[in-house]
């Protein structure tokens, strides 16, 4: 069990899917999967849906790494919608004490990124220096609905943010029947 102490959580916010790792069943979400060895992962989620075709299966490729905790929090839309986060850290030999670094990127083109309410740049962000420490991430792009979440940055690691936003729908005004 001393390498198998990786945890991988999985929460759907507003339904149910079915988590598969590497082809074997892990039951439905929310799931905390614990006693993981370090290692490429393959992860799909399967939304739980009386309409079978409504809802597509997506696979999600995440690295745990030791003495870590990685988070799928993903909200799955009709046909190729996501709105959520894939979060995992790997290690980072060559940093700075007291330092972790953040590396993102989103669905959308160019993605500003703003960290703690303050603007960062466009996505994608590479290795992005920070104090260790909690912060709060937002992505906003043009058309998509805004996606926020907390993070925390460690001593010796790089985290890795994957989002998704979900696009607004447009909303067509009626035409005016002008006879």
Same mark, same amino acid.
């Given at each position: ?9 999985? %929460?759907?916010? &507003?339904? =149910? ?6 082809? =074997?069943?892990?039951? *439905?979400? @929310? !799931? ?13 989620? !399967?939304?739980?849906? !009386?309409?079978? *075709?409504?809802? =597509? ?21 009709? &046909? ?10 790997? +290690? ?10 953040? %590396?993102?990127?989103?669905? %959308?083109?160019? !993605?500003? #990124?703003?960290?703690? +309410?303050?603007?960062?740049? +466009?996505?994608? #962000?590479? &290795? ?13 792009? +043009?058309?998509?609905?805004?996606? *926020? ?17 979900? @696009? ?9 029947? &002008?006879?």
């Amino acid at each position: 069990t001393f390498y198998q102490n990786t945890t991988l959580e999985i %929460t759907t916010p &507003n339904g =149910k899917a079915l988590v598969k790792i590497d082809g =074997k069943e892990y039951g *439905e979400t @929310p !799931s905390d999967i614990q006693n993981l060895t370090s290692g490429k992962y393959t992860i799909e989620l !399967s939304r739980t849906s !009386s309409q079978e *075709e409504f809802y =597509k299966p997506h696979i999600f490729n995440v690295e745990l790494t030791k003495n870590t905790t990685s988070r799928i929090n993903m909200e799955i839309g009709p &046909n190729e919608n996501l709105h959520g986060v894939i979060i995992y850290y790997i +290690d980072d030999s060559v940093i700075e004490k007291g330092k972790g670094k953040l %590396t993102m990127t989103t669905n %959308t083109d160019y !993605s500003k #990124v703003y960290v703690n +309410d303050e603007y960062l740049k +466009d996505t994608p #962000v590479t &290795n992005i220096e920070f104090d260790t420490g909690e912060y709060n991430i937002k992505f906003r792009s +043009d058309g998509f609905q805004d996606l *926020e979440f907390p993070v925390i940055v460690r001593e010796g690691y790089i985290l890795n943010i994957k989002g998704y936003q979900f @696009p607004i729908p447009v909303i067509f005004d009626p035409a005016e029947n &002008n006879e």
